[in-house]
C-alpha cells in the first residue's frame, strides 16, 4: 500500500507501510457515486430516466506518524501539515494512475504517546475519474525515421523516412469512459484548411486558415478546457475564431475510434498527432 501526493507547489510526500509516515487505511478508489436525473408526470407510475451524471470522489487517508522522540514528532507534524495545506491542491499517485484533488480536511491527533500522533485526511477530487500518469501519444499522418547510424549509403541511393500511407488509423481508449484530447496540426509546408474527422459519429475539427512551414494548430476538447491555439514562429495566440463552424471537440470513447486527417491542399504536407489520458472509474 503505497500513495504519493504533489501539491501546487512541487512538495510531494510518499505514504506507505513504513517510517515516518505509515499509512493504515486508504478509502474511495474504487467507489464511485452518480446523481440520476428523472422526470415524473402526474398520476405516473415510476419516472421517467433523463440523465444521470457521477458525483466528486472523497479519497480518505489514515495512519499515524512514527518518530523516536516528541521533538521529532513535532518537526513532522509540522513539515506533513504544510504539504496537506488546504490553500493548495495536488495530485495523488496511486496504482500507476493519478486523480488530481483539493483538500477538505487534515487532521493531526495526538494522544499521551506524543512520538506517534495519527493522521486523518479527506481529499475531494472535483472530476471523478482517475487517469494514466503519462499522455498517450498516436501519430495519424508523420514521417517514419528510416536513417540509422552506422550510416552506409548503397550506390541506388537511401531512403531518409518514409510516409505514413493511409489516411485512417485507430486509436484505443483503453478507459472506461469517454476522454477528451489535444489534436495538434503541424505544416511541413503551404497546407490550408487542416481538419480531423471521426469516423465512427461523423464530427470533425476543421480550422479554416492556410499554414506555412513550421505552423501548429492545438485543438483541446477536454471538457471544461475547449479551447484553440495557434503557434506561428514564436508567437503563440487565441486561434478559436479561425475553427469552422460546424466543428465539434469529440471525444475519444472507450474501446476503439476510427480517426481520419485531411486538408483542402497539400494534404501530403500535414502532421497530425492525437494526445490524450484514459480515465477510468476506479483503481
Not at 477538505?104 to 472535483?126: G, K, Q
Not at 499522418?141 to 536513417?147: E, I, M, T
Not at 523516412?161 to 478507459?175: A, K
Not at 503551404?190 to 494548430?217: A, C, K, W
Amino acid at each position: 500500500m503505497e500513495l504519493t501526493y504533489i501539491n501546487t507547489s512541487g512538495e510531494s510526500i510518499t505514504l506507505n507501510q513504513s517510517r515516518p509516515f505509515f499509512i493504515t487505511k486508504i478509502d474511495g478508489t474504487g467507489n464511485i457515486r452518480q446523481t440520476v436525473n428523472t422526470f415524473k408526470a402526474p398520476e405516473q407510475d415510476g419516472a421517467f430516466y433523463v440523465s444521470s451524471t457521477m458525483d466528486m470522489r472523497n479519497i480518505t487517508l489514515e495512519g499515524t506518524i512514527i518518530a523516536n522522540t516528541p521533538d521529532e514528532a513535532y518537526e513532522l507534524r509540522k513539515s506533513f501539515l504544510r504539504l496537506f495545506s488546504p490553500k493548495k491542491s495536488g495530485v495523488i499517485k496511486y496504482r500507476e494512475r493519478q486523480i488530481a484533488c483539493v483538500i477538505e480536511e487534515a487532521v493531526l491527533s495526538v494522544s499521551t504517546r506524543e512520538r506517534i500522533p495519527s493522521f486523518f485526511i479527506s481529499l475531494l477530487c472535483p472530476s471523478p475519474f482517475f487517469e494514466t500518469l503519462d499522455e498517450v501519444r498516436e501519430d495519424l499522418a508523420s514521417w517514419n525515421a528510416l536513417l540509422e547510424f552506422a550510416l552506409e549509403i548503397p550506390e541506388e541511393g537511401l531512403q531518409f523516412g518514409l510516409r505514413q500511407p493511409s489516411q485512417i488509423i485507430t486509436v484505443e481508449n483503453i478507459g472506461d469512459v469517454p476522454c477528451g484530447c489535444e489534436i495538434i496540426f503541424k505544416a511541413t509546408g503551404s497546407v490550408t484548411n487542416p481538419e480531423l474527422l471521426h469516423l465512427d459519429t461523423g464530427e470533425y475539427v476543421r480550422i479554416l486558415s492556410s499554414m506555412e512551414q513550421g505552423d501548429e494548430f492545438h485543438i483541446f476538447t477536454h471538457f471544461a478546457g475547449k479551447r484553440v491555439r495557434s503557434i506561428i514562429g514564436a508567437t503563440e495566440s487565441n486561434a478559436f475564431h479561425l475553427l469552422d463552424t460546424g466543428s465539434n471537440f469529440f471525444q475519444l470513447a472507450p474501446g476503439i475510434n476510427n480517426l481520419r486527417y485531411d486538408a483542402s491542399n497539400n494534404l501530403e504536407l500535414l502532421d497530425v498527432s492525437v494526445y490524450y489520458r484514459p480515465q477510468f472509474l476506479g483503481v
